[in-house]
């Protein structure tokens, strides 16, 4: 019972017990009044009889009010009562995710590591980074950028078929600074952990770490990333967003492309400059920040190279990413990486060139 019920119990017991001595004197009182000596004009009865009732008014008011009090706390325990059970509800369906997801970590593993689903979450990962490239430049155009010098200080010197194709450019830079650090295992984010062999796995540490990036894998596809960020803006996936941004956009150039819209439009706020453009940024880190956990679920760890400037054109390792179909590509040479290539064991998945000096019809 709480302090307050007992308060009004004492208080009811005080009152009954007044009220007792109260029709105690009265009674005393009507008997005292039938002696023939009594005098009818004294004016006692009349006050004892108001302040019995006033007595009796004040405990039907207390009682009222104490039935109110209970009728609460009992719509307050049940309440309690509901929300403890949906409490224990939400631990066990936890708890029965939480080992669902232990149990289910083998035959995700098995459904999710093969070349194909590696091959789709790379193609979805170069769609949005194209998606985000094309908003960027068209920033650049509209605050007045010469594209050509820009594209020529990113790849110098490079004979482009056409002049539109100096958008490789800028979707090689955009795609290759989003994928530098991709052999490291912390994807950059530290400098203690270093890179992580790319060798098979020899122990159960290694079999933990596996665990743990398809565990990560699964959490982060089964989130919203713009609600991550909203979220936790500490977690490894913002700081992901936030050191890949600072690497290819930097100060100077957001001011530059962004200093002449309306101030309505934009965020000031760190790298979120732009809703547009902010959730383009957003969705193209996260695809690749699945790829890269899926890449290093996989046993041996899912390798990335790029090909150097200068380098013959090769089948085995490149695609010419501008589909030319001009001969012959066997003499021709490599003017930059647009997108890396991957190797899943002895599968290779081929890089991404732009080839110099290859001339085209109607592209």
Known sequence: MSPLLKRISKLLIELVSHLQRLSEFKRFYVDFCRCPEFQTDLPIGSCLEAQVEENQSKLRVLGTVSDRLQEEMDQKDNEVMALRKKLDEIHNSNSMLSRRLSGNLNSSREVLLSLKVFDSVLHDACSLTHKFTKILIELMRGAGWDLDLAANL??????????????????????????????????????????????????????????????????????????????????????????????????????????????????????????????????????????????????????????????????????????????????????????????????????????????????
């Open 154 to 363: 990113v790849h110098p010197n490079i004979d482009y078929a056409k002049k539109t194709h100096n958008r490789y450019a800028y979707f090689s830079y955009v795609c290759m600074g989003m994928f530098r650090n991709f052999n490291s295992k912390c994807f950059g984010l530290s400098e203690n952990n270093g890179d992580y062999s790319n060798g098979h796995i020899g122990n159960d540490s290694d079999l933990d770490k596996k665990g743990s990036s398809l565990k990560q894998l699964l959490e982060h596809v089964s989130s919203n990333p713009m609600e991550l960020l909203s979220r936790d803006r500490n977690c490894e996936f913002s700081r992901f967003c936030e050191n890949k941004y600072q690497e290819i956009i930097h100060p100077t150039m957001e001011s530059s492309i962004f200093s002449d819209m309306d101030r309505k439009e934009v965020v000031l706020n760190s790298w979120r400059s732009l809703s547009v453009f902010y959730e383009a940024y957003v969705n193209m880190a996260s695809s690749i920040w699945t790829l890269h956990k899926l890449a290093f679920s996989f046993d041996p760890v899912v390798e990335i190279f790029q090909v150097e400037r200068g380098v013959d054109f090769s089948m085995v390792y490149m695609e010419d990413v501008t589909k030319r179909l001009l001969l012959p590509k066997s003499k021709a040479k490599v003017g930059f990486t647009v997108v890396p290539g991957f190797k899943i064991g002895r599968t290779v998945i081929q890089s991404q060139v732009y080839l110099a000096g290859l001339k085209c019809n109607g592209e």
